[in-house]
């Protein structure tokens, strides 16, 4: 019977090995990762980071579990709700990794951007706080880190965005563009968050795929973010490749303007023609300010 006190690395990892080489796996144990928001997307990037044998991270959540999020949050269980989420999310990575290094953190973590993008070449934003993520993006770029993200979307997606790459401020045309972080107002991230459904809605199939009633409500700041789990761990799952990718110095495919995963159709669906972008875009634009009239 196998000694279940005596934790062994490479036995941990030993069926990884063909997926990856011996060096990639070692440039895993020695690879670094700061995921902030280990709720939803964050928590099952997190999750699948860690059994890869990634061996040291930097996590930070500001909530804690409630039972609303035991319907697709991958450490939200019937006697973890009412617990940090940070915490519950290093103490289950330590029991599969025992050597796992994770540095927690918990509301101070914006206040610390600068530090962490520094150490941590590789970002994972987890978070639904555009003002944070926008802060988050800014100090990546100054310290030449990667961010992984996700579109608020009900069709998984992907986005990576490499030191050299636009913002999503400024590449989807946010009003937190030159703004410093303190001078952001409620009505600059609303309208940011239009400017990404937009994006979403104009680029994918989305629109289809969700009830348009309860979108709009979501964007009239009426209602909770739907969240479903197939959506929510597939996206975490994707983050975690991109993230793996990077720290074995593979190059992936996925860009600044990321891909959505249409499972119900089969395929991916990545942007369209600018030109085509340019008339549904309008027509999009026209379709949401109806949804959000009516949501009124």
Known sequence: MEDMTAFDYAEFTTRNLGFVTAAEQAALRDGAVFVAGVGGMGGACFLALVRAGVGRFAICD????????????????????GRDKAEAACEAA????????????????????????A????????TDDIAAGVALYRAAKVAGATVIDAYASPLPSVIVVRPTDPRPEERLGYPTR???????????????????????????????????????????????????????????CLMAYEALWL???????????????????????????APFALIKGAVVRAFMARLLKGAA
């Open 247 to 273: 720290l074995m110095g593979r190059r992936s495919a996925t860009d600044c303007r990321g891909w959505f995963l249409n499972a119900f159709a089969g395929r991916t669906e990545r942007p369209v023609w």
């Open 178 to 236: 030159h703004k410093a972080l303190d001078a952001i107002r409620p009505e600059d991230l609303q309208a940011s968050f239009m400017k990404e459904l937009e994006y979403v809605m104009t680029h994918s199939s989305s629109a289809r795929h969700v009830d348009l009633e309860a979108a709009a409500a979501l964007a009239a700041g009426t209602a909770k973010r739907m969240s479903f789990a197939p959506m929510v761990i597939s996206t975490g």
């Open 94 to 117: 330590l029991r599969i990794n025992p050597d796992v290094r994770i540095e927690r953190l918990g509301a101070e973590w914006t206040d610390r951007l600068a530090d962490l993008a």
């Open 119 to 126: 150490r941590y070449p590789v970002i994972v934003n987890g």
């Open 62 to 81: 500001i909530d804690v579990f409630e039972t609303s999020n035991m319907n697709r949050q991958v450490f939200a269980f019937t006697d973890t709700v």
